[in-house]
């Protein structure tokens, strides 16, 4: 059983920072390949970030490019999203999934291809 949990989030105000922390338990934590999704009261659930399971290629997305980062920690079964000049636009739940790549290599940005998620932490970044 893979579970996913989140932890980090909070309220801030814009142009702050927050970490957000998924640990993950189950499974084997280093053959996945691990994203971040945010989803905004009305809207459908967004990619955020991504990182393949060596943890040397990553993908974001337009919006966040050069204020966000992905980062993961193979001995700690741990994934973090760093989020730096942070916007009102930014609110959301902030999720992570997880997929097994085995090995491959695959860096994974669909959301329909992720097999495992984290029940989702709250940012709210005001103006």
């Known amino acids: 059983q893979v579970q996913l949990v989140e932890s980090g989030g909070g309220w801030v105000l814009a142009g702050g920072s927050l970490r957000l922390s998924c640990a993950v338990s189950?499974?084997?934590?280093?053959?996945?390949?691990m994203g971040w999704f945010r989803q905004a009261p009305g809207k459908e659930r967004e990619f955020v970030a991504a990182?393949?399971?060596?943890?040397?290629?990553?993908n974001y997305a337009d919006s966040v490019k050069g204020r966000f980062t992905i980062s993961r920690d193979n001995a700690k079964n741990t994934v973090y999203l760093q989020m730096n000049s942070l916007k009102p636009e930014d609110t959301a739940i902030y999720y992570c999934?997880?997929?097994?790549?085995?090995?491959?290599?695959?860096?994974?940005?669909?959301?329909?291809?992720?097999?495992?998620w984290g029940q989702g932490t709250q940012v709210t970044v005001s103006s």
């Open positions: 990182k393949n399971w060596s943890a040397g290629r990553t």
């Open positions: 999934a997880a997929e097994p790549t085995y090995g491959l290599g695959l860096i994974i940005t669909r959301k329909e291809e992720f097999s495992y």
């Open positions: 189950g499974g084997t934590f280093s053959t996945y390949a």
